[in-house]
């Protein structure tokens, strides 16, 4: 029905950079909200970056003022600016879309996820 594809994560020295993307594709009506989770070795997954379809935008306090979320409607695509990086941001990163279809409705969906590493 829908895919999520992410691309982009990597290892990087701590204060360094990445970029992360998520292309979506499918059965596509509409999609509401958009964002980005992470999950570190032995932790609960957590929301890193929420984006909606108006733009607004929300961040985790730890990643506030270094992360930028931002998407892209007419292509179904999100990316994640991650600057300033910290060894603590080391995780899988997850992106997340509420998708609508005009036969199944709402849906949630979630890529395979991207590896960030984070060296310190």
């Known amino acids: 029905q829908v895919q999520l594809v992410e691309s982009g994560g990597g290892l990087v020295q701590a204060g360094g950079s990445l970029r992360l993307s998520c292309a979506a594709s499918?059965?596509?009506?509409?999609?509401?909200?958009m964002a980005w989770y992470r999950q570190a070795p032995g932790k609960q997954r957590e929301l890193v970056a929420t984006?909606?379809?108006?733009?607004?935008?929300n961040y985790a306090d730890s990643v506030r003022g270094r992360f930028t979320i931002s998407r892209d409607n007419a292509k179904n695509t999100e990316t994640l600016q991650m600057n300033s990086l910290k060894s603590e941001d080391t995780a899988v990163y997850y992106c997340?879309?509420?998708?609508?279809?005009?036969?199944?409705?709402?849906?949630?969906?979630w890529g395979q996820g991207t590896q960030v590493t984070v060296s310190s």
């Open positions: 997340y879309a509420e998708v609508v279809n005009r036969y199944y409705g709402v849906r949630d969906y």
């Open positions: 499918g059965s596509i009506f509409r999609i509401n909200v």
């Open positions: 984006i909606t379809t108006g733009g607004s935008t």
